[in-house]
Structure formats: structure tokens, C-alpha cells
């Protein structure tokens, strides 16, 4: 495809003469994509194999997607005020070109000038696990206002104030939604160890719940028993339509041409421990994580419990050529009768690379995969639901029964 074709090209160049400043405009972003081969041959999955736990989808030769981000920038000075201009679009598989963010960030105030505020629409993730894919502090991307940065002792402060529509997608008439986020950083508790917190609480209208609330606490720990290695403890808890990392939960399925009340979901009780390592220790560098989730929505009567551990680990053999390696197990369990799912992944892929850090990108895998997984799995996973709610048999990677499915291509991804 043209933007497969596009962005290898330019993973073929150098992150440093991607990360472009045009008069004074700076141009930075995102893209990953690669052709994908599915070992069976009456079945075409890509990847996405994941039994749909925040923190199950082990993305190295899992993907499944194609996009682009480009975050476009411009910053003026009157006077020592900074004004700042941002609006990134992005382009994702077969999907429309959309808007991701758009705001003005005011900075260098007199009364407190190390803070910056914002307004429009923006894009405030705060931190990720990388290789599941999924930030687990983030203000979400929703209209509104707020700031970042504001000095209090030693202490960070950042709040917003957001809506549930976006430049791209409104809420359906007759419901609403309105989130406030305060977050306090750099909280200093030992040696190399800082705590993060995030408050989040929901007010709606409309919806099948009400309201609802979040709280996280974040826990950094650099040279953690050993130096080059970071370790990162997170515990949440959330509640309705707040999301356990701070943004909403959905309100609505997808799917298009029904009514609101029929399009509504409801909210849900959720909390979440989960704890990741990240080292770099000369040419050998990776990414763990443990985690354990409950999920109970509102309109049901029993829960979800998630668990999840893995890692990826790189080893450069020279410069520009790296082995990567990740591993995965996941499980879900049901507090009523119905039958554990598991699902195993392992991924090895060669890879040309800028760099032996484990961060380095741009990077150009070949890899093959191979998943397994129980036979309720494959019951849950057997069909895929389209746009409009419509159900189609034997499309998802359990179908027919299947329990096993391997994967190779190749992958760019590249930021800058």
C-alpha cells in the first residue's frame, strides 16, 4: 500500500533529518506498518491476537495495523510569552484522515512561568507501557482546556477540564459527559524514587450510568536493584465512565444507524496493579511487565479478571543489527461459570536498527510469531463484529476451532 510504502522510506533515513525544523515550524511523529502473512490458509488474521485485556496485546508481530501521525508546531515569542500553535492529523488502516490534536499552549507567564496553558483539543499522555501497547497515565484526547507544569514546592501540578466530544466525533443529542483531571509529579519518596498521582472524575447526562470517578498512584524507581534498570508500580482504581488511566471509558458501541439509547454502554468498576521493568545494560536492553485486572460493568452481574506477563528483550550484535525477542502469556477468568481463556504469544525478529538501545528507532523487523491458546478462547474469539453491529461467524483467530496461529512479515516502526 502507498503509506506502507511511504513511511519505509522513510524509516530508511536518519531520525535526526526526520525531526525537521522548517522555519521555525517543527514537524515530529509516528508510523508503523509492514506486510503481514498468515500462516493458514483458510484463514486471513494479521494480528491483534489478544483475549481484549488493557494490558494482553504483546504487540511485536502483532500489530495488525498500518498509520501515520505527524504532529505539526509553532512557537512564538512576544515579549517572553511563548504562544504555541499544534494540530497533528493522522491516517490509520482504511480509515478517514483525522484529526488527533489541535490546541494553543500559552507558556512564560509572569506569575508563574514555568507552567504552560492549553486549550482545543490535545493529546496528553503521560506514561506507557511500551510493549503492550498502552499508556497507563494519560489525560486521554477530548476538547477542553487546562495546564501543565505548575510549580507547587518541589512539586508538579496539571489539571484539565474536558468534554466528551472531539473535533472528529460528537456525542449523540440528549447525552454529555464532562472530566476533570488533576495530576501531582514529581513527588520525591526515596533515593532515585518518585510518586505520581492522578484524580479523575466524571460528570454525564443521557448515559445508561452516572458519572463517574479514577485514581492512580505511580511509582518510578531509577537504578532499581541494579543501575541501568527502571522499575514502574502502578495501582488504580476507577469507577463509571472514568477510565483507569484517566481518560473516559467508552460511552457507546460503534456501530452506526442505531438510536442512543440502544448505542449506549454502560459504565464499570474497574482497579488494576501492575508493575514494569524497563533496562538498557550495554547491548542487552527489554521491557517486562506483571499485571493483574478486574473489570465488573454496570449492567452485568459477574467480573472479568485479567492477568498478563511478559517482556521483550534486545540484544544488539552490532550497531545497526539487533535480535529481538518477546514472550507473553494472558489469561481471563469470569466470577460466574463461565469457562478461563489463555492465550500464549512468542515473537523472534532480526532487526535493522539506528542504534543497540532498546528505544532506538527508526527499526526494520522480520519476525515470526506463533500463538496458541484454550479452546475458550477460540469460542470467544470465533467471530468478529463489522461497523454496523453485524455479527460474521468464523472471521476471528478462534474460528472453527482453532487454537494455534503463526505469523511472519516484516514491520517498520519509526518516531521522530
Known amino acids: 500500500m502507498k503509506l506502507t510504502c511511504v513511511a519505509a522510506a522513510l524509516c530508511c533515513v536518519g ?48 500489530e495488525g495495523d498500518n498509520g501515520v ?54 493529546r496528553l499522555r503521560i506514561q506507557d507501557v511500551h510493549i503492550v501497547d498502552k499508556f497507563l497515565l494519560d489525560y486521554g484526547v477530548n476538547e477542553g482546556a487546562g495546564f501543565t507544569d505548575l510549580s507547587v514546592g518541589s512539586m508538579k501540578v496539571g489539571a484539565s477540564l474536558q468534554t466528551g466530544d472531539t473535533f472528529d466525533k460528537k456525542m449523540i443529542a440528549g447525552t454529555s459527559a464532562n472530566r476533570l483531571n ?66 473516559f471509558n467508552t460511552f457507546y458501541n460503534s456501530y452506526t444507524g442505531l438510536t442512543a439509547l440502544a448505542n449506549q454502554v454502560a459504565g464499570k468498576k474497574s482497579n488494576r496493579i501492575a508493575d514494569s521493568i524497563t533496562w538498557q545494560s550495554g547491548r542487552f536492553g527489554g521491557q517486562a511487565i506483571l499485571g493483574y485486572q478486574t473489570t465488573k460493568a454496570d449492567d452485568v452481574s459477574y467480573t472479568i479478571k485479567d492477568t498478563s506477563l511478559g517482556g521483550r528483550m534486545s540484544y544488539a550484535y552490532s550497531k545497526n543489527f539487533k535480535m529481538l525477542v518477546e514472550a507473553g502469556t494472558t489469561a481471563r477468568s469470569f466470577s460466574d461459570s463461565q469457562a478461563a481463556q489463555r492465550l500464549n504469544k512468542v ?31 477460540a469460542t470467544a474469539n470465533s467471530a468478529t463484529t463489522d461497523a454496523t453491529g453485524t455479527s460474521h461467524a468464523n472471521t476471528g ?15 517498520y516502526e519509526v518516531w521522530w
Request: aromatic share 10%; net charge neutral.
Open 69 to 122: 501521525e505527524v504532529n505539526i508546531a509553532k512557537t512564538f515569542d512576544v515579549d517572553g510569552v511563548k504562544y504555541k500553535l499544534d494540530y497533528m492529523p493522522t491516517k490509520w488502516n482504511d480509515g478517514a484522515v483525522g484529526t488527533e490534536q489541535a490546541f494553543v499552549e500559552v507558556g512564560g507567564l509572569s506569575f508563574a512561568p514555568e507552567a504552560k496553558v492549553w486549550a482545543g483539543q490535545r
Open 182 to 247: 488533576v495530576d501531582v509529579s514529581e513527588i520525591n519518596t526515596n533515593p532515585g524514587g518518585k510518586v505520581r498521582m492522578m484524580l479523575t472524575s466524571v460528570s454525564t447526562s443521557g448515559l445508561k450510568s452516572s458519572g463517574g470517578s479514577g485514581f492512580s498512584v505511580n511509582h518510578n524507581q531509577s537504578d532499581f536493584l541494579t543501575k541501568g534498570l527502571t522499575n514502574s508500580l502502578f495501582i488504580q482504581t476507577s469507577s463509571g465512565y472514568a477510565a483507569l488511566n484517566g481518560q
Open 347 to 377: 515473537t523472534i525478529a532480526p532487526t535493522i536498527a539506528m542504534s543497540q538501545d532498546f528505544w532506538s528507532r527508526p527499526e526494520l523487523r522480520f519476525y515470526v510469531t506463533r500463538a496458541n491458546w484454550n479452546a475458550a478462547a
Open 15 to 62: 531520525t535526526a533529518a526526520l525531526a525537521a525544523d522548517v522555519g521555525g515550524v517543527e514537524v515530529t511523529g509516528y508510523s508503523r506498518g509492514g506486510g503481514v502473512y498468515s500462516y493458514n490458509k483458510d484463514q486471513q488474521i494479521k494480528g491483534g491476537l489478544s483475549l481484549g485485556g488493557d494490558l494482553q496485546k504483546y504487540r511485536l508481530g502483532n
Open 397 to 411: 483467530f478462534g474460528a472453527n476451532g482453532r487454537t494455534s496461529q503463526t505469523l511472519a512479515g516484516v514491520q
